[in-house]
Structures are given as C-alpha cells and as structure tokens.
C-alpha cells in the first residue's frame, strides 16, 4: 500500500489483450486506436489522459481512476484520496507512470465502489492504460523540444503574401 492507501504494483508487464470475447478485445483496440490518434494529432494531454481514464473505467466497470502529475503536488494526491473515502470509495489500485527514462512523471490511482483487488485481465487492462499514458507524455516531450529548438529566422526570409486580398467588409 502506498501513502494514500491504495494497492499498488510497479512491475506491470504489457501483455496480450484481455481473453473475454471477441467484442471486448475490439472496443478496447478501438479505444486505443482513438487514443492514439489524439496523441499523435497532438491533442492537449489532459484530453488524453481524461480518454485513457474514461476507457479504462468503461472497460473495469464501477471504478474511477485518475492521473495526478508529480509535479511535486503530493497535497493534491491526497486530497483525491480523502474525497474519494469521503464518497465511499475504496482504494483499488495505484501505479507510477514513467517517462523513457524512467522519471516518475504521473501516478494513476483508481478507485472502486466495492472493495476488491484487481483481476489478471484488469491488471492487463491498466498495464495498457500507463503504456498509453506515457506515450502521450513522451509526445509532449517531443513537442515541446520541438518548439524550443524553432527559429524564427526562417520565417523572416519570408515575404509576406495574402492569398487572398485584404479587405474588410
């Protein structure tokens, strides 16, 4: 157990999808693939993480999970924690989400409404959930080596032209 009282297991291993039916391996594929697409078109990281917490609840069921930022604010960890006893919440699972190289940069805690430990299937199902949570960090990260290393000499050099003509109506 961790400080906010949640279980919490760091070695998760990416595995095969969860065996349960044909229908629940494909929306979990269409799950990703939608969230993959929004990484990729660059979409804000807190729409991202909101879709990998919204999938990952609907794949459970009577769970709610968050991803909270280490940016330092441990308050705010266990101010989720307390409310979320508050509104008889159980903890049912935490887990440390890493950049490439290995900095802790979010944890994602999830909450049930009965008190339970996780299936092998839905172990499964979180696994997948960090691996896409910390590509849409690594994205961020890219992105915003990106627009440091940008220039604006480039966009000097060029003359200005309207493709259209300027006016107001």
Known sequence: MNKSGLKQRNDLQ???PPQGGEETTQELSEDEAHILQLIFARAPLAKILNEV?????CQIGNVVSVVTLSDGDRFSAAETAHSAVTFGLFGFFST???DESGKLVATLDLYSSVSRTPTPNELQWIARAVTLAAIAFARRAETAGEHNTRTCSDRSKQEFEPSQSATVN
């Open 96 to 98: 440390d989400i890493a």
């Open 14 to 16: 990416l595995g095969e």
């Open 53 to 57: 917490c919204s999938a990952l609840n």
